[in-house]
């Protein structure tokens, strides 16, 4: 949103002008105007970077949930209906998201790549979060780290 011109303290409390029919003037922090379905393509924009960016958190939480303390690179991506969803979901999300139409039944409308980009940083973070714990879960067993962190 703030790509777009909407900054955090410009979308606090516009809920009932976003959604007015008859309100095809908003303006943003930059003082453009918005008409309401500009709004509602960028609202639905944004909804299918969200969903984009849980299905890829999504790959980070399963892949490093295969083990409680042996890294990703100890274990092989061995398991075939994992890898097999792991990519059917993505293929799903893409088709929900790209194909035509899907703006009216899901409110959901094409990204642009660059938004991708929020979902890997997230990913990310967990990766290394949880390689952190599974390294000193294997250097100090039965430690506080290993005790409550354990799933």
């Known amino acids: 949103m703030a790509e777009n011109g909407f900054w955090p303290d410009r979308l606090l409390g516009i809920r009932n002008e976003w959604d007015s029919r008859a309100i095809n003037d908003l303006t943003d922090s930059y003082y453009q105007e918005w008409t309401y379905e500009d709004r509602k393509l960028l609202e639905y924009t944004c909804q299918a970077g969200f969903l984009f960016s849980v299905v890829i958190v999504q790959w980070a939480c399963v892949v490093q949930a295969r083990s409680r303390r042996l890294s990703v690179l100890q274990r092989p991506l061995n398991n075939w209906v994992l890898n097999f969803s792991l990519i059917f979901e993505t293929f799903l999300a893409f088709l929900i998201i790209y194909v035509p139409g899907s703006s009216q039944g899901l409110q959901l409308a094409p ?41």
């Open 111 to 151: 990204l642009s790549p660059l938004w991708w980009l929020p979902g890997f940083a997230f990913s990310l973070v967990l990766i290394i979060y949880e390689e952190l714990r599974k390294a000193i879960s294997r250097k100090h067993p039965g430690a506080w780290v290993d005790r409550e962190t354990q799933y």
